[in-house]
């Protein structure tokens, strides 16, 4: 279970730009949920998924992990057990560095580490087989620097190395939103494989709300850096667009005439 309780969160507090991102949030988040976020800009979803990561600490209230308080845990330290992918394709992999070596780094996420070969054989021949199962070839590239290859190839990688070891908590930052429709599309599929395969406790933030109401069994909205709607399973299973549209006309007082504000 991963629990926030009362989290709040100020940008620029005390100044003429003092912004309010996370206004007394409190979410319940039970292993094997696969949550999308949605919500227009500024309404505090990638600040969700930052607070989660320890990208930066709350003003106030506490974030746990089962029993563990966390919510004073350095990023690097959550590391281990949080995986994440970026919209930037970029974000997640090192370019200078070879496919096989980015793969050894998240291997080791969250172990000590001595002195010793950075890509044993074995682990040679596990990277070639996951890498096979993504159909991209780059199976075949081993040694070929990360960046020689295309956006969606990169971010195919990062889908991996973020799950190679089983994380706690999957963070996805609109991680398919800089790509273009096919690719976009291939990198879904292949995240929903992997997320059902593993049961990995998700949370991704998307913009596309035929892709929030299709992906996962659990649909949080967010506005003004609160939460306005929390459906699950059989309820956000009947939803549709205009389903959320009303939604949030209801939850937030604001009308809208069409997806673009929301998505915008």
């Known amino acids: 279970m991963i629990t926030l309780a009362d989290v709040v969160k100020f940008f620029h507090r005390g100044t003429v730009n003092e912004v309010l991102a996370l206004n007394n949030v409190s979410l319940e988040i039970a292993r094997g949920d696969c949550i999308t976020v949605i919500g227009s800009n500024g309404a505090g979803k990638s600040t969700l998924l930052n607070c989660l990561a320890g990208s930066f600490f709350p003003d106030s209230g506490t974030l746990r992990i089962d029993d563990e308080n966390i919510t004073t845990w350095p990023e690097y330290r959550r590391a281990k057990f949080i995986g994440r992918v970026f919209q930037d394709p970029m974000r997640g992999t090192c370019g200078a560095m070879s496919i096989e070596e980015n793969m050894a780094l998240a291997l080791k996420r969250g172990m000590r580490r001595g002195f010793s070969l950075g890509v044993k054989a074995a682990d040679r021949e ?139």
């Open 126 to 264: 596990r990277f070639r087989a996951q890498l096979r199962a993504l159909d991209l070839g780059l199976e075949n590239r081993l040694r070929d620097r990360v960046g020689l290859l295309s956006g969606g190839q990169r971010q195919a990688m990062t889908m991996l190395m973020a799950t190679l070891v089983r994380p706690r908590l999957l963070l996805l930052d609109e991680h398919t939103a800089a790509l273009d429709p096919k690719t976009a599309k291939q990198i879904l599929d292949l995240t929903r494989e992997i997320v059902e395969r593993d049961r990995l406790t998700t949370l991704m933030v998307t913009h596309n709300m035929h892709q929030a109401l299709d992906f996962g069994n659990r649909l949080v909205m967010l506005h003004r850096g609160e939460i306005i709607l929390d459906v699950r399973d059989a309820e956000k299973a009947g939803l549709t667009v205009q389903d959320l549209l009303e939604r949030f006309y209801t939850a937030s007082g604001e009308r809208m005439e069409s997806d673009r504000m929301l998505l915008g």
